[in-house]
Every structure is written in C-alpha cells, then in structure tokens.
C-alpha cells in the first residue's frame, strides 16, 4: 500500500523528496475520514451500514470494514508501467 508523503521544502513550498508518512498518521487519517463521512451522513456510507447491520454485523465490525473499504479508495496501487504491460497484460 502506498502511504502519502507530508514534507514540504520550507523555504519554497515545494514538495521535498522525504519518506512518506508514518503508518499511525495514515491510519489515524483513514480512521478520521470514516468519522466524518458517518457525522455527516453520508448516503452512501449510510447505506453501508444498513446492510451490514442487516447482514448481523456489529456496529464496531462495520467500522472496520469501513476503514479497509476507504483505504482501497483512497491508496490506490499504482498503474503498471508501460515496460511492464506487454509481460502483464491487463485482462479485457
């Protein structure tokens, strides 16, 4: 999983070439966007929810699945390189 870089050149506010961000902040993040999406009810996020509960899933399971559902959203795997699609074609 690709994990978003914070580091900015102070001088110029240019990105600055620096490691990515800890696991914790990027977890911490994901588990904040989950908050907010279910503080503002969020239709799509409700509607989640609805059928999880429904399913028999616990409130807090719900949640957890919620975090690894958005992480798939937000850190999406990177696009093979050109080099690499004629050894991995990509299935129609």
Known sequence: MTRAVFCVEHRTGAPADCAPA??????????????????????????????????????????RCLRRYFAREVYQPPAPKADD????????
């Open 85 to 92: 699609r004629h050894r991995n074609p990509v299935p129609a």
């Open 22 to 63: 800890p696991r914790w902040l990027t977890n911490a993040a994901i588990d904040h966007l989950v908050l907010v999406r279910l503080s503002h009810k969020d239709p799509r996020t409700i509607d989640y929810i609805v059928r999880r509960t429904a399913e028999g899933h616990s409130k807090r399971d719900t949640i």
